[in-house]
């Protein structure tokens, strides 16, 4: 077996409890922290891969999280301009690194990634993921990421329990305050 075939899955393994943890977080910081950790890790694996387009894009999405942790940090929303950027750059990062159609998956994982950090509510933030975890399984699944495609599989079933789970909260609370209104 290639050592970096072996260091891929290990990346792997590290990304797929980053990304099994994230959506059971309750809070939106405490989601994309272990989002940052997901996408640095799974960079990490496509280059031991050697799929360059996903590794880019991941990259990408680790310094849209820090960029986007800037603004909010200091209570400021993230600017148009900003976001465009991102757009850009993952347009860029998409025709500079193609290779074969099934990069384009990555290219769609990387808007969808995009919007899915702009998302202010913690359940948009996992319905985007539940959608962007599916595409990357297909990804995964083609350039031979094992341990990405076990976590995308888990990191859907977590983020279907957890939406689950939160609207049950969500629907409890709701009730709680109109209650306390009375």
């Known amino acids: 077996m ?21 959506m059971q ?3 939106r ?3 994309l922290a272990a989002l940052f950790c997901l996408n ?9 891969l ?9 990259f990408l999405a680790v310094i849209e999280i820090l960029i986007n942790h800037f603004f909010e940090s200091r209570k ?5 301009f900003v976001v465009s950027l991102y757009a850009l750059a993952t347009i860029a990062i998409g025709i500079a690194t193609y290779a074969a159609p099934i990069d384009l998956i990555a290219i769609a994982c990387a808007f969808i990634f995009c919007i899915t950090i702009l998302a202010k509510k913690e359940q948009d933030i996992r319905k985007l ?10 990804f995964n699944v083609f350039v031979g990421a094992y341990a990405l495609v076990c976590s995308n599989t888990l990191t859907i079933i977590s983020t279907a329990l957890a939406l689950h789970r939160y609207r049950k909260q969500n629907k409890k609370h709701n009730k709680k305050r109109k209650a306390t209104r009375r």
Request: contains cysteine.
């Open 2 to 22: 290639d050592i970096n075939f072996i260091i891929a899955q290990a990346f792997g393994v590290l990304g797929m409890i980053s990304s099994i943890c994230s």
């Open 50 to 58: 050697g799929s360059l387009s996903a590794a880019y894009i991941s």
């Open 129 to 138: 993921t539940l959608v962007n975890q599916s595409l990357w399984l297909i």
């Open 25 to 27: 977080f309750k809070k």
């Open 40 to 48: 640095l890790f799974a960079a990490l694996s496509m280059i031991f």
């Open 76 to 80: 400021k929303p993230v600017p148009g």
């Open 29 to 31: 910081r405490s989601i």
